[in-house]
């Protein structure tokens, strides 16, 4: 069984930078593909970003393009979330998922069976 916990939220201003971590444990965390998903109040939950742990090939959604990234340390087990430039509209709850198959690419919260308890993020103007 895969077990996700996540850290490294926390209040920022605008413009600062976070970086979140995932770590993973279970024999099998390396084996399968992990993403990054937010959820702010009232909203549901949003892909952030997809990375794969064989070849480190990573997806960003299109609004984080060029401020999020996304990195693995397969020997400590943590998938990363490195935020720059944060603005307001970057606050939510983000939460770390493994994936059910290790084959495909999804950016849908239906394709993830492990979730972590999530890390909150909140930017201020």
């Known amino acids: 069984q895969v077990r996700l916990v996540e850290s490294g939220g926390g209040l920022v201003q605008a413009g600062d930078s976070l970086r979140l971590s995932c770590v993973g444990s279970?024999?099998?965390?390396?084996?399968?593909?992990v993403a990054w998903f937010r959820q702010a109040p009232g909203k549901e939950r949003d892909f952030v970003a997809f990375?794969?742990?064989?070849?480190?090939?990573?997806i960003v959604e299109d609004s984080v393009s060029g401020r999020f990234t996304v990195s693995t340390d397969t020997a400590k087990k943590t998938v990363y979330l490195q935020m720059n430039s944060l603005k307001p509209e970057d606050t939510a709850v983000y939460y770390c998922?493994?994936?059910?198959?290790?084959?495909?690419?999804?950016?849908?919260?239906?394709?993830?069976?492990?979730w972590g308890q999530g890390t909150q993020v909140t930017v201020s103007s």
């Open positions: 998922a493994s994936a059910n198959s290790k084959w495909r690419t999804s950016f849908d919260v239906s394709a993830y069976a492990s």
């Open positions: 990375i794969r742990w064989d070849d480190g090939s990573s």
């Open positions: 279970g024999r099998l965390f390396t084996e399968f593909p």
